[in-house]
Nanobody, 121 residues
Framework: QVQLVESGGGSVQSGGSLRPSCVVVGPTYKNYCMGWIRQAPGKSREEVAKIDREGGTTYADSVKGRFTIPKDDARNTAYLQMNNLKPKDTAMYYC???????????????RGQGTQVTVSS
């Protein structure tokens, strides 16, 4: 069983940055495809960014060039570096993990409790 613990959301003005983190408790995260999904009120869950077991990264078109997914192997921790935030990025952000063979379906994997990100104009 994988336990994911997020922290580091918050409220910022448009153009600001945030860097939520996700600690993986239990198996090393290297065994999983890791990433972040988000859900805004009244909208469906959206995959934001992910990193596969080989280190390859994928980003939603809406965040390319603004978000990255760095990680710290020693701390079993993944981050979501969010720069140039926009009001449309406002959502609950969830760390997610899934077995590598199912990496294309990260939304269906394990999730943390979520951390709120609010961007004001």
């Amino acid at each position: 069983q994988v336990q994911l613990v997020e922290s580091g959301g918050g409220s910022v003005q448009s153009g600001g940055s945030l860097r939520p983190s996700c600690v993986v408790v239990g198996p090393t995260y290297k065994n999983y495809c890791m990433g972040w999904i988000r859900q805004a009120p009244g909208k469906s869950r959206e995959e934001v960014a992910k990193i596969d077991r080989e280190g390859g990264t994928t980003y939603a078109d809406s965040v390319k060039g603004r978000f990255t997914i760095p990680k710290d192997d020693a701390r079993n921790t993944a981050y979501l570096q969010m720069n140039n935030l926009k009001p449309k990025d406002t959502a609950m952000y969830y760390c997610a993990a899934i077995e590598p063979i199912f990496c294309n379906d990260l939304i269906s994997g394990y999730r943390g409790q979520g951390t709120q990100v609010t961007v004001s104009s």
